[in-house]
């Protein structure tokens, strides 16, 4: 079977990357790393894996989550009949505060990584707790692990329960730490980065939003937030902040958005709050799992994107039940088939490779690190998932590949074969079908072992 070889030099760059090659002797492929390697590459360096397409093996680029709750993880599936508002009180606060036991937050912040990683996730976007201790230890646990990650201190000094906030003073304390700590442990930050993360207006005084803006600003850093989710939570929003004109203007008015900025969900945003999105080069983390199942709404993804706003998928663990990005862009694909049944307005409709675009590019995009990872292609980091949909405990049957009188095309329309492929594995394959996640070029997960 023809073999697809990567060369990937020692920061974990590809140089090359040849498909087809029939002959993968140690020789063959001394010679094939001195055709196409520009720097002399020991063979140490190659990564050489079987990923043929005749054998339903593929390389797929690393899926990036933009939005998830590291602490929420154990919560996951578990939100019953609420809504947002509702769902933070009984479920959500009581887990978080927790954190304050870093016993407890080692268990968990060490399982959502390795499962995470395990579901092809090679960069996440994570909001901790307010705690500080426990928010240093995830990023620890994440550049042991070997995830390419964003941690975020969770910032909220109004409106929370009272086992669960902080003072101003102690919430601009606690972050400037965080990125004191993060710094210290990975100064290239090749692999973890701090975010700022106001947790949402609801739970920020105007003065704290304000620090975090300045502080963005100054040190042009990444932040994150949640934007428009909930008819009920906008409602108490503005008019908590009545000296703005909506939602988007008090992130806006605070020097909050810019283009290292990830907004999860903007479902109920108005024009001009998209307008302000597009001119601040903002990135968007949809969630459709757990806009759906929190019944927050339906996000208009094709608006978005039609007005050239960068979109990205979030699990949003544990307002999404998934840690999967693969089953989120299955959401994302049918909560865009839902709009158009109520619309009538086909071009709504999302295609797998729209969705797989989001979970992967759009992901780059949104996190201003498409210069890094995203897709492959000479320079960029290898940040990848072998994909087979044949391996011995996989849940994909693959019967129409070899009955293509079926309406299946052949082998030789290999394009169409390649597209069939995908969308079999976008719609019927799960964490199983992964034999192999790399980050930086590192093998992080190895289930041929
Ligand atoms: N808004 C404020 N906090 C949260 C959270 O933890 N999850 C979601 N989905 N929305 C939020
Ligand atoms: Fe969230």
């Known amino acids: 079977l023809p073999h697809t070889v990567v060369g990937v030099d020692q920061d974990g760059n590809i140089d090359f990357m040849v498909s087809g090659v029939k002959d993968a002797s140690p020789e063959a492929l001394v010679e094939l790393t001195q055709q196409h390697a520009l720097s002399a590459l020991a063979s140490k360096d190659i990564v050489l894996v079987d990923a043929s397409k005749d054998n339903n093996q593929f390389f797929f680029p690393g899926f990036i989550d933009t939005h998830i709750h590291a602490p929420q993880f154990p919560n996951n599936g578990i939100f019953g009949n609420t809504t947002l508002l509702e769902w933070l009180e009984i479920y959500t606060f009581p887990l978080e505060s927790s954190f304050t036991d870093l016993e407890l937050a080692t268990e968990i912040y060490t399982k959502v990584i390795s499962r995470t990683l395990g579901y092809g996730t090679t960069t996440a976007s994570y909001y901790a707790t307010i705690h500080t201790d426990a928010t240093n230890l995830l990023a620890d646990l994440a550049l042991k692990l070997g995830q390419r990650s964003f941690v975020g201190k969770v910032c909220m000094d109004q409106n929370s329960p009272a086992h669960y906030i902080e003072t101003e003073e102690e919430s601009k304390a606690s972050t400037l730490e965080v990125i004191d700590h993060i710094r210290s442990r990975n100064p290239s930050g090749d692999l973890i980065n701090a975010v700022l993360t106001p947790r949402f207006a609801g739970s920020c005084t105007d003065s704290l939003l304000s620090w975090l803006g300045n502080l963005r600003k100054k040190g042009n850093y990444h932040c994150q937030t949640h934007l428009s989710e909930n008819h009920k939570e906008i409602e108490w929003i503005t008019n908590m902040f009545p000296q703005y004109d909506h939602y988007t203007d008090i992130y806006y008015q605070n020097n909050l958005l810019s283009s290292k900025t990830v907004l999860a969900h903007c479902i109920h945003l108005s024009d001009e709050e998209m307008h302000i999105l597009r001119n601040t080069g903002s990135g968007i983390s949809h969630c459709p799992t757990s806009n759906s199942s929190i019944t927050s709404g339906e996000a208009r993804i094709r608006w978005l994107l039609n007005n050239h706003i960068n979109v990205s998928l979030g699990t949003d663990c544990s307002g999404g039940f998934t840690p999967s990005i693969l089953e989120v862009a299955r959401h994302a694909l049918l909560v865009s088939r ?106 992080v997960v190895d289930r041929t072992a």
Not at 432 to 441: H, T, W
């Open 338 to 443: 839902h709009l158009v049944m109520k619309s009538k307005e086909d071009a709504e409709k999302l295609s797998s490779s729209d969705v797989l675009y989001l979970a992967t590019v759009g992901g780059a995009k949104v996190l201003d690190i498409d210069d890094k990872v995203g897709c492959f292609r000479k320079g960029l980091k290898f940040d990848a998932q072998l994909i087979s949909l044949d391996c011995k405990d996989s849940n994909v049957d693959t019967f129409a590949f070899q009955n293509p009188q079926w309406g299946v095309l052949p082998a030789e329309a290999s394009h169409k074969r390649f597209a069939d492929l995908i969308d079999k594995w976008l719609f019927t394959g799960d964490n199983r079908n992964i034999q192999k996640v790399f980050v930086n070029g590192r093998t």
